[in-house]
């Protein structure tokens, strides 16, 4: 946690991150911190439910940044779709 917080800090304090974006968990979300964005993309391969194994949430995503939007749009089993403008920081 500690870490997290200080890597948050640090990101911050460069005033020209646009968002962070990490996979492999198991759920898509969306954070903001400090008007950082923070997107996760959920895993590839993680089963989507588990009474149903053979289900794999199967997500990737499409990144597209253009003038002051970001659009992020993940495909596979639970799709999930942001869109930010992040000059204003209005997520």
């Not at 990101?11 to 969306?30: E, I, K, S």
């Not at 149903?52 to 949430?57: D, F, G, I, R």
């Amino acid at each position: 946690m500690h870490e997290r917080r200080e890597l948050r800090a640090l990101l911050a304090r460069q005033g020209r991150v646009v968002a962070v974006l990490n996979g492999h968990l198991h759920w898509n979300h969306l954070f903001v911190d400090d008007a950082i964005p923070y997107i996760t993309v959920h895993s590839l391969t993680e089963n989507v439910r588990d009474d149903e194994p053979a289900e794999p949430a199967a997500a990737w995503a499409v990144l597209r940044l253009e003038g002051s939007s970001l659009s992020v749009v993940v495909a596979g089993a639970e799709p999930a779709r942001y869109q930010l403008d992040w000059r204003t920081a209005r997520w």
